[in-house]
């Protein structure tokens, strides 16, 4: 058997939805600008044979921004860049699951750790802005 081209493929959803939609999305909460994060750092700690995709929705909405690491099947939240830190470093080199990240197979809403890491950010996040209206069309 020939070894994998990749040792790990990382699929980072970056799927947005209208504002105010019901499940919300990954990007509204971060997911682009920390997969961007991710792919850097990446990098910059010598991780090899390791693609950091971006991926449309996942269907784990309620628990995004969302990324599933292959060839094990881990699926993570995360919020902040010290979150995508820990699972480069735990994960990625060291090869264990980042538990405090971890979302189970049957998970439907984030634990409370989950919850308030995710809101401290989207407080801290800059309003998201409409394009002025110019009368032109464009
Ligand atoms: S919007 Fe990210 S999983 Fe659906």
Redesign the pocket.
């Known amino acids: 058997m020939t070894e994998s081209f990749y040792k790990a493929h990382v699929f980072c959803?970056?799927?947005?939805?209208p504002a105010g939609h019901i499940?919300?999305?990954?990007?509204e909460k971060g997911?682009v600008s920390l997969q961007n994060y991710m792919k850097v750092r990446a990098k910059e700690l010598g991780i090899e044979k390791t693609r950091i995709n971006k991926a449309?929705?996942?269907?784990?909405?309620e628990?995004?921004?969302?990324m599933v690491i292959y060839p094990e099947g881990v699926w993570y939240h995360y919020a902040t860049r010290e979150d995508v830190d820990e699972i480069l470093e735990t994960h990625l080199l060291g090869g264990k699951i980042v538990e405090r990240l971890q979302l189970e197979n049957d998970q439907t809403e984030l634990t409370p750790a989950q919850a308030e890491s995710l809101a401290c950010v989207m407080q801290c996040m800059p309003p998201k802005t409409e394009p002025e209206e110019t009368g032109k069309e464009v």
């Not at 959803?13 to 939805?17: A, P, Q, S, T």
């Not at 499940?23 to 990007?27: F, L, N, P, Q, S």
């Not at 449309?56 to 909405?61: A, I, K, N, Q, S």
């Open positions: 959803c970056n799927n947005e939805r499940r919300g999305c990954c990007r997911g449309g929705c996942l269907d784990r909405c628990l995004g921004p969302v």
